[in-house]
Structure formats: structure tokens, C-alpha cells
């Protein structure tokens, strides 16, 4: 097993890791930048990343725990943010959906490298209501919809060919109808109670602010060393 990674590294990489860093200059991030709500300034880096293209400002790493105590990341889309919750859509029947419906704590982390800029948050899942995940089924592109009805997602599948056989026969049933949204697909909201902005300095002395939502409502903050 040793001897195949060594070939494998040798034969396929020829970049050497250990000298891939950049210095991060872009900006830094005060105490006295910082509003009394991460919400307000979490609005704030995702427009300004909207604003400087980054790719796929709104894609974020969500983290779950199975039943069996064991985290599992992957990538989702935020597609709201309101009543301080963010929100993204999925199939509930989903690994990660399952590892919610078991343990509804969250982590989701947006990184936007252009800018050399993280935030952490931690909270508590919990689905939408089913008015809102129709409202927002109805905004996806037609074939998007047809994709979300046929899609055990999670599952093993048998091949491509089944899963385009599926595509093309669902399309033909909603031909000149309104496709409805399946119950296993829709919107969980998250609940942020911990939230975290990194900004990359310069000497890897990058600047970390915590926000700790207290039990009075009120976010207590703090600088974490880098
Ligand atoms: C850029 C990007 C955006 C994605 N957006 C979503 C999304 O909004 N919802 C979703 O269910 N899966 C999305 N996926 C796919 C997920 O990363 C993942 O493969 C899928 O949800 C199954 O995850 P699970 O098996 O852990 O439940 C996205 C993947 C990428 C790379």
C-alpha cells in the first residue's frame, strides 16, 4: 500500500506541495469593524464576494453528524438568508438529510479564496415550511425540477443510462403541467449560534473574530489567534 502511493505521487504529481503558499495581503478585519450582529456582516463579505466574481460565492461546505457519531461534509448552494436563518435546499431522503432528521447540528463554512476570506458557522438545522420550499421549487429551471423528483439522492444507482431513461419518462408525464414538488425534497433553515470570520493576513497572523450568541439574545465577540 506504501510502495502504490509512492508511485502514485512520483507518477502523477509532479508539484511539490510543500512549496505551494502564498502571503495573504488582500485586507484585515478590526474590532471596531464589526457590527453588534454577524448577519449584518456576513451580508456584507457575501455581496462583496458577489461583487468581485468570485466563482460560486454562494456555495458552502455544510457538515453533518451520522447516528453513529461520525462527521461528513459536503457542497450546497445557500439560496436565502432571513429571520437570521440560512437557508438551502436539498433531497430530505439524502445522507445528509437523514444525519438531520437524526441530529439537526450544523456546520457550514463559505471560503472565498479570491478574497482570503472564511466563515465558520455553527447551528441547528431545521426543515422549512413546505409553502416555502414550493415557492422556491417553482423558481427552478423546469428540468432542475424534473431532476429533484427523480433523484434518490444518496442512493446507489444502476447506471447514467437508468437515470436518463427516468429524466426523459418523468418529463414526458408533466408535459403542459405544473410539476409538483416531491415531499422528500425542500429547505432547511440554520439557525446560527456560533460564527466565525477569518480574514488572511500577512506572516499566517490572519485576523479571527467569534461571534457566541449568548442566552439573552445578545452575540458575544471575540479575536481568536490565527
Ligand atoms: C457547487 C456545488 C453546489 C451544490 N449544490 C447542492 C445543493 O444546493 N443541494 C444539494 O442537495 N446538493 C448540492 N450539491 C451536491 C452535494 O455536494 C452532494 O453531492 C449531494 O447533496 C449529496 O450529498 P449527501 O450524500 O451528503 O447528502 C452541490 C455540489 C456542488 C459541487
Avoid at 454577524?38 to 457575501?46: I, S
Avoid at 433531497?91 to 437524526?102: E, Q
Avoid at 479564496?113 to 422549512?128: F, S, Y
Amino acid at each position: 500500500m506504501k510502495e502504490y502511493r509512492l508511485r502514485v505521487k512520483e507518477k502523477i504529481m509532479k508539484a511539490d506541495l510543500a512549496t505551494i503558499r502564498r502571503e495573504y495581503t488582500k485586507g484585515g478585519l478590526k474590532r471596531s469593524d464589526l457590527p453588534d450582529n454577524p448577519l449584518v456582516l456576513f451580508a456584507k463579505w457575501l455581496q462583496e464576494a458577489i461583487d468581485a466574481e468570485v466563482n460560486e460565492p454562494t456555495a458552502m461546505l455544510v457538515g453533518t453528524v451520522s447516528p453513529e457519531g461520525k462527521p461528513a461534509i459536503r457542497t450546497v448552494l445557500l439560496k436565502d438568508l432571513h429571520d437570521g436563518k440560512f437557508i438551502f435546499y436539498t433531497n430530505y431522503g439524502s445522507r445528509k438529510g437523514k444525519h438531520l432528521a437524526h441530529n439537526p447540528s450544523i456546520s457550514i463554512s463559505f471560503v472565498w479564496h479570491e478574497l482570503e476570506r472564511q466563515i465558520h458557522i455553527e447551528g441547528i438545522a431545521a426543515k422549512v415550511s413546505p409553502q416555502e420550499s414550493d415557492e422556491y421549487f417553482r423558481k427552478r429551471p423546469y428540468k432542475s425540477r424534473i431532476g429533484a423528483r427523480i433523484s434518490p439522492q444518496s442512493e446507489p444507482i444502476e447506471s447514467r443510462i437508468q437515470l436518463i431513461r427516468d429524466f426523459v419518462k418523468e418529463t414526458t408525464r408533466w408535459i403542459g403541467k405544473e410539476i409538483d414538488r416531491p415531499e422528500y425534497w425542500g429547505g432547511f433553515a440554520v439557525m446560527p449560534v456560533r460564527v466565525e470570520f477569518w480574514q488572511g493576513r500577512v506572516n499566517r497572523l490572519h485576523d479571527r473574530f467569534l461571534y457566541m450568541l449568548q442566552s439573552d439574545g445578545v452575540w458575544k465577540i471575540e479575536r481568536l489567534a490565527p
